[in-house]
């Protein structure tokens, strides 16, 4: 198969019927235009120009090679022009996966900047608590924490997922401040049933020491959802282990209060999670991923979601 840049050398050289006037318009030396000519004529075993001091004339099998081939390097061109196009402007229907709690809570408010600098691009969001396979689902992006990283797919990290130990002021009323996890053990628990496995979830708490601590206690109530753990406790039906992207809205509004403070699991992190290189991704999944990191960044979402702040 020939090279491109050997094909149009041979074009624009026939045009100008000199190199120097075709090295002009494709940005070569004459003298890089003249070898490319040269190795299309040995690749192709004919001479294609008489060469002479003042100018260049087509051989017979240069004009029937001109001939052949003019038409269709024009259509490859407009064809690389266009893919070059669209690969720069952002466009098209963007598809992405993430958890409701932590799309709605913290990714669906950066939506109207994202719009507004990007109208052409179209957000198909898919809002479920689940791991997708990111490659054979067909999604650009996937939010979340956990995922398997899978030949081909990328992680950029968003922030990291803290777990703390939570209750309402009104189920915290009457009762002595605990010191120790081991003093949580007789109160009511709200349970976090894995999603994927079905099984309660194991969680742990650590503190600046490094003391490690694993609850197994039998929850009194369980769900599978952790926008329903996070109410039931809110409506003071127990303590719970909750991740930070769920607590840190009703710790701001004092719905729910921490327990045992110096405490805290980190569980990871919650991160961005693409197919490819970077530099080879759709204009719109580039500027997506670009858009949403720096909004963290500018709105220290990150920093807000810290339990060690």
Known sequence: METLANLESFVRSAEAQSFSGAARRLGLTPAGVSRNVAKLESNLGVRLFQRSTRKLSLTEAGERFLE?????????????????????????TLRVTMP?????????????????????VLSDWHLENRRVDLISEGF??????????????????????????????????????????????????????????????????????????????????????????????????????????????????GAIKRVLPNWYWD????????????????AKTRVFIDY?????KEKRIAEFLLADR
């Open 68 to 92: 052949g081939i003019s038409g269709g390097l024009e259509s490859i061109q407009t064809a690389i022009t266009e893919v070059g196009r669209a690969s720069d402007e952002p466009s098209g």
């Open 267 to 282: 569980d990871g992190p919650i991160s961005m999670y693409y197919s490819g290189q970077k530099k080879h991704l759709p």
């Open 140 to 253: 650009d992006v996937a939010i979340g924490g956990g995922f398997e990283l899978s030949p081909g797919v990328v992680a950029r990290e968003l922030a990291r997922i803290h777990v703390v130990a939570v209750a309402s002021p009104a189920y915290l009323k009457g009762k002595a401040e605990p010191r120790d996890p081991s003093e949580l053990e007789y109160w009511d628990w709200i349970g976090m049933r894995s999603i994927q496995l079905g099984r309660i979830r194991s969680r742990y708490l650590r503190n600046k020491p490094g003391r490690q601590v694993k609850f197994e206690t039998t929850p009194r109530i369980a769900f599978n959802d952790p926008e329903a753990v996070a109410r039931a406790v809110a409506m003071g039906l127990g303590v719970t282990l909750m991740a930070m992207p769920h607590a840190a809205p009703l710790l701001k509004t």
């Open 100 to 120: 409701p709690g932590f799309g709605s809570d913290y990714v669906l408010p950066l939506l109207p900047g994202f719009l507004k600098q990007y109208p052409k």
């Open 292 to 296: 949403v990191t720096s909004q963290f």
